[in-house]
């Protein structure tokens, strides 16, 4: 069976085990890049990385949240597909 350009590689995605951590988490619940930092314990700019990778393949997603009493909008990160592993 051959792969064609637009599908996921899941080997390399799973192949760094920062966006498996990444993908736990966000199996769970979603995260800010904050508490993503806090839990990986990795920069936020390796975070950044991982999550725009994985945001390019479809594997997450970002929205946007407002603060209760100020406006200030966050980005929150979700998975798009229950993990299965």
């Known amino acids: 069976m051959f792969m ?7 080997f390399d995605v799973l192949s760094n085990e920062t966006r498996r951590r990444i993908l736990e988490i966000l199996a769970e619940e979603p995260a800010y890049l904050n508490q993503l930092t806090r839990e990986i314990r990795v920069s ?7 999550l725009e990778y994985l945001q390019e393949r479809g594997i ?3 929205f946007i949240v407002r603060g209760r009493e100020a406006p200030l909008q966050r980005s929150i990160m979700r998975s798009t597909t229950p993990c299965c592993y």
Do not use: R
Not at 44 to 50: D, G, N, P
């Open 4 to 10: 064609s350009d637009s599908s996921i590689d899941i």
């Open 44 to 50: 936020q700019q390796a975070i950044l990385k991982h």
């Open 60 to 62: 997450i997603k970002s």
